[in-house]
């Protein structure tokens, strides 16, 4: 690890359907063993079954589902005088909605069926407050939530002059 300068952030291009960043940084986590073209079908055909098969606009069920599953708090472990506390600790922005997106695809995984039509399922439920990706996000603040009489060993950000 590089002491001298700090990691580049990749840009990713835009989907090319919706022309959306957060669309094809979820096709880029669907995606297994390189197979974009096979993630893309999977992705726009869930799309297509939110749309045909609820009658909304899937665009706007997939925003809606990484909202109601990003979490705004999460424990980070911190050792302190020998223990180890779980502290809660507010999420960044990116890293809340990949972790919405990675317990989508995790969710939908679980259920039974061709992958499209789980995954369909999953971002319909999501966006509407149910179902299993939903109840991780619950779990995470729950947990949070318990563990905020440890909220004092939660580091101190720097700031301003020394």
Known sequence: MSRR???EKRVVLPDVKY????VAKFVNNVMTQGRKEKAECIVYG???IVKNKHRVDPFEAFNSA??????HLEVVSVRVGGANYQVPSPVDERWG???ASRWIIEAAKKRSGAMVSKLAEE???ASNNRGPSVKKREDTHKMAEANKAFSHFAPKKSGGAR
């Open 97 to 99: 909605f990949a972790l």
């Open 46 to 48: 869930a799309f297509d």
């Open 19 to 22: 022309n959306s960043v957060l």
């Open 66 to 71: 990484l909202n109601n599953v990003r979490p």
């Open 123 to 125: 971002i319909f439920e």
């Open 5 to 7: 300068h700090a990691a």
